[in-house]
């Protein structure tokens, strides 16, 4: 009997190949911020960065049509005002659009790398200066590279990223700032079973997908029979440790859009998640992600259908996802989810967002797929992915005269 195909892992997952490989790499990464601080989530370094700049009911933070659930949650748990920017094909906020609708009350912009790709920043830090708004730079994204001629995460006021997104750890996020005037928050350390658990969870999710050869039997064996020991009915799987974006779909979004966990939101990162995010080799990393995503890139070139979204990858960076442009994504994307292909869509916008001119905001939350990219997917998986695609999206030009607008404005 054959036994099932494990799924791809959506996000990085420790393996042998995770200490492989020269230990830096050839672009900048936050974590090399001279002022900086490890959290429990990305979610968490916004909050944490709001307080950093005083945001407090009464306050409006700016915030881009197309976005997740996490970077509004932060805002609204402090009691200040999200309002929703337009942004250009590039994901570029549009400036021209905020300097007529700027809210007076406006206390920070935030403003992604989406993808993982650098946004060029000069002109949004020069807005900011000149009306007294606090930027802050989002690098869920974008652990890695360069946004002109300077590294990612040195543009903001404050600046965040998420550790889970590149590295095989449970949970993790970083808080950097630049200001001088602005002090770094002391979190409160983790408990010794939060210490356990977060590297139980590490080796955990290794093994369940089978990247530790030789120990993958023994751990499964490990964390079952701790499963029957706290009465889990024989036979029955042991669930794999969850983080965002190893959620089921409706479970991550219903997380995400909840209030915030304050007292989590001011916890240290445990050790074991901090030593994994810190001290692995990073060249890998970089590496293996700008070939998974030229991979994809020349896989869906010539489809009808499909297309990249942001073909041109800049050489001073490592992608998080790549994202896909798909002309009817439904039902085909719930189908990739039920097949476990690691993919994800932000179509869960958050309530209100409004139908702004000149956005492609909310025609990506609806038609952009963002395929995993990470250094932990084999080959097979590589190739599986470009299956499920090409078997679910790709089919005949649609007539000329019914052709998606926004289809034609990201032609690649």
Not at 61 to 68: A, D, E, G, R
Not at 98 to 123: N, W
Not at 297 to 307: N, P, Q, S, Y
Request: hydrophobic residues 45%; aromatic residues 6%; neutral net charge.
């Amino acid at each position: 009997m054959t036994a099932p195909m494990i799924p791809a892992p959506r996000l990085p997952v420790v393996g042998w190949n995770t200490f492989s490989g020269p230990a830096e790499a050839a672009v900048p990464t936050l974590l090399a911020h001279p002022r900086h601080v490890l959290t429990t989530s990305g979610r968490a370094a916004i909050l944490l960065a709001l307080e950093c700049l005083a945001v407090g009911p009464g306050d409006v933070v700016l915030l881009p049509t197309y976005h997740c659930p996490t970077m509004v949650t932060p805002v609204k748990t402090l009691g200040a005002e999200a309002v929703f920017y337009p942004i250009d094909e590039r994901g570029a906020p549009r400036l021209d659009w905020l300097s007529a609708h700027v809210p007076p009350r406006t206390k920070a912009l935030l403003v992604p790398h989406y993808f993982g790709l650098p946004q060029t920043m000069d002109a949004v830090r020069a807005w900011c200066d000149s009306r007294g708004i606090a930027l802050i730079e989002d690098c869920a994204h974008a652990m890695f590279g360069r946004s002109g001629e300077r590294p990612i995460g040195s543009w903001g006021d404050v600046s965040i990223a998420s550790l889970t997104k590149f590295f095989p750890t449970p949970e993790g996020g970083v808080l950097a700032l630049n200001r001088a005037d602005l002090s770094l928050p002391a979190l409160t350390p983790a408990s010794r079973i939060e210490q356990v658990k977060a590297a139980s969870d590490i080796l955990h999710m290794g093994a369940s997908h089978d990247r530790l050869t030789g120990l993958n039997g023994l751990i499964r064996g490990v964390f079952a029979l701790r499963g029957l020991l706290r009465g889990a009915p024989r036979g029955q799987a042991t669930p794999v440790p969850s983080r965002h974006g190893d959620l089921d779909e409706e479970e991550e979004i219903d997380a995400n859009m909840a209030l915030i966990d304050l007292p989590l939101s001011h916890r240290a990162l445990t050790r074991a998640s901090g030593w994994i995010s810190t001290r692995v080799p990073r060249r890998r990393i970089v590496e293996s992600r700008r070939r998974n995503y030229e991979f994809f890139t020349a896989a869906f070139a010539g489809c009808e259908g499909v297309h990249a979204l942001l073909p041109a990858l800049p050489a001073d960076c490592a992608p998080y996802v790549f994202p896909l442009w798909v002309r009817a994504p439904d039902p085909g994307y719930l189908e990739m989810r039920r097949l476990g292909v690691p993919v994800s869509r932000w179509d869960r916008l958050w309530p209100g967002v409004p139908a702004l001119p000149g956005d492609v905001g909310k025609a990506w939350s609806h038609h952009v797929l963002q395929l995993a990219c990470h250094q932990d997917l084999t080959d097979a998986d590589l190739r599986r992915i470009v299956e499920q695609v090409k078997r679910l999206f790709t089919g005949p030009a649609q007539p000329a005269n019914s052709a998606n607008p926004a289809r034609q404005a990201h032609a690649a």
